[in-house]
């Protein structure tokens, strides 16, 4: 089989601009547009949140949202070579990151998930999944066909998923420990592992479900149990998803008007502007509103795709399948909750959803997926040609 | 490159068909999201409609005010009330004009529920009619099935027990305007009230509370089946004030009918115990919106019930200056206690005779007999010798002009004139005008609440400052030593001389108030009498001495009085003003003479903050006042 992208594209890196106005030039500004593009939408979905004021939510997310931003353009300024030297470091950084969480968190709701850096609220396991990625990645740049379909040479690869998704999940934060060891399979099955050892392990956790479903914590089984039955306490923990639905289903085709969902602006929805905050812009701009949302979406998730299909080096092809396998999962669990499809789990809509420490984990990927497409012909070392 | 060629179209092909799924995925989403909005619209918006479960926002109710035993002056009242969920309703205005025909509205009421049919956000409720009797509820009920989305509330409005006594230092409250309403949409729920003077409006913020959350399941007429879930919010904290409600119902009687103003601070703390302006308002009137047909008979009303005299009446202080005349001079060093001067009954500077009160004259004459006598002729001397600038300064040191951090608003400053102030004003400043200066008259501007300060710091000697508010919650606002005021640092025997004309004031026969000496058994009080013209009689009255008594009304001299006691261990410190009230000694001396009995013989020792008696056993007391 011949490669999509043939050899008559590729001139030698030394031959393009190395300089910052070529590496900007060289940037996917149509991907930059699309995310302001969702911004704008967050925005307008945070103003009515609030009743049509831009404290307390919309003003300040869209500051942020433009910081994140010049520190996105200004990360995909850096050499990707220089990124994948970083990789284990950073893991080792994330890993020791979780590890104060469960030692000194800040707990909320519940969990401890947080930990307060000079007064900015960090949520680790986001930045986990970034460095998950990269350490995979920098693991398998220089691995042959050989060596991937040897069995020894993926148990590091395989600790380096498990020991955070382990961490993380004991937080506990269920939905983001999946979503990190999806990454990591993801990143393991663009490098080429087989397909009998993906079905080896999608079949233990099968065998393991119903053992583990015994550990779970009371509310995590609540939010199963609601999904299984949402009439079962309309009150209690089916409340959120009844209304949820409630809010989708009657903005109907063209909504019901900016600012005038009956849902959103009645506050029967608790919390909105977070995890249910798709439920504001499908209620006010109807299935019109939500397609436009989900093309813009499903068209960066489809560019993330191309650029690592795009991408000379194995690091860069794993990193980005990585970073779009993520943005992907973002969306699609919190939409799917939102439609009442999947149990709740406390995934936010990027870009969207009220909040800052998953705003910047989600730009700061996007801002390694930009260096991976500006370094998409760099050369690695020259052995790594031969 | 043998691995490259190995291994990207096996990394091509897995990303195409990772991309492939995700694409199905998002297919799934959108056909999902299909299916809800356009296919099933008309089941979820019928749910939507109906949304059997219904949150709304409550006002919490408003912190009480107490005063310094706890007994209420401020507290909330409960009422129902009719409100109106617009959006549960198909068209409603008809449901407005409706509601009017069956209840019954004003026409002025209807047209304001129009216009908020209009602007109000559909979400809130909106109010219709407060204050329902059981006649209005049942006929609501009857006609339910008629007036869909109106359903009947209990709110809370405003009681002020004291009413009229303590209008002016209490304050009131009253609703939100439509700018502070859009600027904090809390504001915006029914019953929400804001202060707007006295100690509602500076402890506006404390006394707001936080709103709660009531849920309630509605049948399709939108009328409320059950209540699921009400959290009443929390309410907003107690603020205990330093004022004796007792005490101030005795100044309000002892006041009422004339126009005026009595404050007592105690000397060792700085805690106001009464603060009294007579006339007063009723406040309760503001929580629902002033009648106009009142307002108008207020702001018509010669003797301006609105305006506190306490904090913001200014008065030319007459005789009850000469303390202040008396200490600057002494400190100053241009008199000694045993310096005498000759009073024939007037002083001629220059073709102008300034008389004494006496026009038979005092003779000679030293500080502390001036004072008892209230001699004009030797501070006529005094306030040529030490001039305005060191009067006003001493004014100011006493605390009679400038500002105190009393916790209420608008609280006036005073007005003592100065040589600089004269010179940028370019006022020819003559002799006379420090003349008449030295006895409180001429362009001289005070408080009665100065006037006491001033008072309490003639008493204790230190910087005692006076405050209206003792505790917020449990939380002391203030400490409660006595000593914590800075010592004034002035010379010892000049205060002796001062407290020691005071004192002869009132207990000695020529003293000007000898009948307001106390009747407590070896407890005196010491006092200043003043009384200050607001007429300038004319050459012939003067040379014959009219008595002021046969003046119209409001040409009359303003009465004042101001005292501390007892005399060698003060507690505390009063000052009487009686808006032309003739003397101080007959109109202004006897209240004070009350009040400080009262004080004298009541145990003064607060509650703890956040004390709340129900029963205003004190209060009703202190209402019978007396005899």
Not at chain 1, 103 to 123: E, P, T
Not at chain 1, 179 to 205: D, E, N, P, Q
Not at chain 2, 4 to 15: N, S
Not at chain 2, 446 to 470: C, D, Q, S, Y
């Amino acid at each position: 089989m011949t490669p999509l992208l043939t050899d008559k594209t590729y001139r030698p890196y030394y031959e393009r601009g190395t300089g910052i106005p070529a590496k900007l030039l060289r940037m996917n500004w149509l991907f930059v547009l699309a995310c302001c593009a969702v911004a704008g939408i967050g925005y307008a979905a945070l103003y009515s949140a609030a009743g049509g004021h831009g404290q307390p939510y919309a003003t300040p997310q869209i500051e942020r949202f433009f910081a994140a931003l010049i520190m996105m353009i200004a990360i995909a300024m850096v050499d990707i070579r220089l990124i994948a030297k970083m990789a284990w470091p950073l893991y080792g950084l994330g890993l020791l990151l979780l590890v104060a969480v469960w030692k000194f968190g800040h707990v909320g709701l519940g969990a401890k998930r947080w930990l307060d850096v000079g007064g900015v609220h960090l949520q680790p396991s986001e930045l986990m999944k970034l460095f998950l990625a990269l350490a995979l990645g920098a693991w398998f740049q220089r691995a042959s066909h050989e060596q991937v379909g040897n069995p020894l040479f993926l148990v590091p690869p395989a600790l380096t998923i498990l020991l955070p998704a382990a961490l993380i999940l004991k937080e506990p934060n269920l939905g983001t420990a999946v979503i990190t060891m999806s990454i990591g399979g993801a990143v393991m099955f663009g490098a080429g592992v087989r397909w009998w050892k993906f079905a080896i392990v999608l079949a233990l956790v099968a065998v393991i479900a119903p053992f583990a479903y015994h550990h779970l914590h009371g509310y995590q089984k609540e939010r199963i149990l609601t999904f299984l039955h949402p009439g079962r306490d309309p009150l209690g923990a089916g409340y959120n998803i009844i209304q949820s639905k409630i809010a989708l289903g009657s903005g109907g085709m063209w909504g019901q008007g900016y600012l005038h969902g009956s849902q959103n602006q009645l506050n029967f929805l608790p919390e909105k502007q977070t995890d249910f905050v798709f439920t504001i812009i499908a209620e006010e701009f109807g299935f019109a509103g939500s397609a436009v949302l989900l093309s813009i979406l499903l068209s960066m998730v489809a560019m993330a795709t191309y650029t690592a299909l795009r991408c000379r080096h194995q690091f860069g092809r794993l990193v980005a399948i990585g970073i779009s396998t993520n943005l992907f999962l973002y969306c699609f669990v919190n939409l799917a909750m939102v439609m009442g499809l999947i149990p709740v789990g406390g995934v936010p809509l990027p870009l969207v959803s009220y909040g800052g420490s998953a705003l910047t984990a989600v730009m700061l990927g996007f801002g390694v997926l930009m260096s991976v497409h500006v370094h998409r012909d760099v050369e690695f070392e020259a052995a790594d040609s031969q | 490159m043998k691995r490259e060629r190995e291994i990207r179209p096996i990394f091509t092909r897995r990303a195409l068909l990772l991309g492939a799924a995700e694409l199905g995925a998002f297919g799934v989403l959108g056909s999902r999201l299909y299916r809800m909005q356009v296919l099933e619209h008309g089941k979820y918006a019928t749910l939507a409609k109906h949304n059997s479960i219904n949150e709304r926002l409550v006002a919490p109710m408003r912190g009480l005010i107490t005063d310094r035993y706890g007994t209420l002056l401020a507290s909330n009242k409960r009422h129902w009330r009719a409100m109106f969920m617009m959006v549960e309703a198909p068209d409603p205005a008809a449901v407005v004009t409706r509601f009017a025909g069956i209840v019954g509205l004003d026409p002025a009421e209807t047209a304001r529920i129009m216009r908020d049919l209009k602007g109000k956000p559909h979400y809130i409720p909106l109010l219709l009619k407060d204050y329902l009797d059981w006649r209005d509820m049942a006929r609501i009920e009857v006609h339910a099935t008629d007036l869909p989305g109106v359903f009947v509330d209990v709110g809370a409005s405003r009681v002020y027990p004291f009413g009229e006594q303590m209008a002016h230092v209490v304050g009131y409250v009253a609703r939100p305007t439509q700018a502070e309403a859009a600027a904090n949409p809390l504001l915006a729920l029914p019953g929400m009230r804001v202060g707007r003077a006295g100690i509602e409006r500076v402890r506006d913020a404390a006394l707001r509370g936080t709103p709660g959350i009531v849920q309630t399941e509605v049948n399709v007429h939108g009328t409320v089946v059950r209540v699921l879930d009400r959290d009443n919010g929390v309410q907003g904290r107690t603020v205990q004030t330093t004022l004796d409600a007792g005490l101030q119902s005795i100044a309000a009687q002892r006041l009422s009918g004339q126009s005026g103003a009595a404050v007592m601070i105690d000397t060792q703390n700085g805690e106001v115990l009464t603060m009294s302006s007579e006339p007063g308002f009723d406040p309760t009137l503001f929580d629902t919106g002033v009648p106009e047909s009142v307002w108008k008979s207020w702001m018509s009303n010669p003797r301006h019930p609105m305006s506190d005299r306490a904090t913001r009446g200014l008065y030319a202080p007459g005789s009850t200056f000469k303390p202040c005349t008396a200490l600057a001079a002494l400190e100053a060093g241009v008199i000694t206690p045993q310096t005498r001067f000759f009073c024939p009954g007037y002083l001629k500077l220059g073709n102008h005779t300034f008389y004494c009160w006496d026009h038979y004259g005092h003779g000679h004459i030293n500080v502390v007999t001036a004072l008892q006598q209230s001699c004009d002729v030797f501070f006529y001397h005094a306030a040529l010798l030490v001039g305005i600038d060191r009067m006003a300064a001493m004014g100011r040191r006493l605390g009679l002009i400038g500002r105190l951090p009393l916790g209420l608003p608008a609280v006036s400053e005073g007005f003592l004139p100065t040589s600089g102030w004269a010179r940028r004003r370019r006022l020819v400043w003559t002799k006379g005008n420090t003349v008449i200066q030295g006895i409180g008259q001429g362009y001289t501007q005070v408080t009665p609440l100065g006037l006491a300060t001033m008072t309490a710091r003639i008493a204790t000697g230190r910087a005692v400052e006076p405050h209206v508010a003792r505790g917020i919650g449990r939380d002391l606002l203030h400490q409660d030593q006595p000593d914590r005021w800075p010592e004034l640092s002035l010379d010892e025997r000049s205060l002796a001389a001062v407290r020691q004309g005071m004192f002869e004031v009132v207990n000695t026969t020529k003293g000007t108030a000898y009948g307001a000496r106390l009747a407590l058994p070896g407890v005196f009080m010491a006092g200043k009498t003043g009384t200050a013209q607001v007429h300038d009689n004319t050459q012939a009255q003067e040379k014959a001495n009219l008595s002021d008594a046969t003046l119209p009304w409001k040409f009359r001299p303003n009465a004042f009085f101001i005292a501390f006691a007892p005399a060698h261990a003060p507690r505390v410190a009063v000052a009487v003003a009686v808006e032309h009230g003739d003397e101080g000694a007959t109109a202004a001396a006897p209240i004070a003479h009350d009040l400080v009995t009262a004080a004298l013989t009541r145990d003064l020792r607060a509650a703890p903050p956040g004390t709340v008696v129900e029963t205003p056993a004190e209060a009703s007391a202190g209402r019978s006042g007396p005899a």
